[in-house]
């Protein structure tokens, strides 16, 4: 389990080659990696926001009720892993224009991995400081991004150049993604189950 996350933290460019060489199901990746690793930032976020409060840094923080939290932690759950489906499919998209034409699931199971980094900065929302858990997202999406610049070309077997087009047309939509998310995480982690209710 987990048994790809210190290689592509530590050594990158030998852990892509693995995973390539790897004929993983999305089932394995799901119920090996991504389930694991999306619950850090909603757990370590249930913890923060109902036993330290969100705050700015000062005295003032704003605790959450654990059933708000709890139900506003399953939306966000449920919210990660469909962006993680989402996109590999922008991927399986995206690289449609090249010889390689990888599948759908080569394209989850290449996105499940690429957001390794993006999952474990969630660890700083145990202590929700806003601006300390904006600057752990930041980082998360700088290694993520090199993570993906550097898989892509050898993953849609295109050359350095054409990768970098694809790499930043997909981090462009992921930010994109992520925005929403941020977004929707403020809203839900900020009114817990009225902002539920309302939705269901």
Do not use: N
């Not at 145990?126 to 993906?148: E, F, K, R, S, V």
């Not at 087009?165 to 817990?192: D, N």
């Amino acid at each position: 389990m987990l048994t790809h996350v210190w290689g592509l933290l530590a050594h990158p460019h030998r852990e892509w080659k693995q995973i390539q060489h790897e004929r993983e199901t999305l089932t394995h990746l799901y119920a090996h990696h991504v389930l694991a690793l999306s619950a850090v930032p909603v757990v370590c976020a249930f913890i923060g926001t109902t036993q330290v409060g969100w705050g700015l840094g000062g005295d003032r923080t704003i605790l959450l009720h654990p059933l708000d939290a709890f139900y506003a932690g399953c939306v966000f759950y449920l919210t990660i892993l469909a962006a993680v489906y989402l996109m590999g499919s922008v991927i399986h998209w995206l690289g449609q224009r090249y010889s390689a034409h990888p599948s759908r699931r080569a394209c989850v199971i290449f996105a499940g991995y690429i957001a390794t980094p993006m999952f474990l900065s969630g660890i700083v929302a145990l202590y929700p400081i806003i601006w300390l858990c904006l600057l752990a997202g930041i980082i998360g999406l700088c290694y993520t991004a090199y993570l993906l610049y550097i898989g892509i070309p050898a993953f849609l077997g295109i050359s350095s150049e054409e990768g970098f087009i694809v790499s930043s047309s997909t981090l462009a939509i992921g930010v994109l993604v992520l925005e929403a998310m941020l977004a929707a995480t403020v809203l839900l982690w900020g009114y817990g189950e009225r902002i539920i209710l309302s939705i269901l």
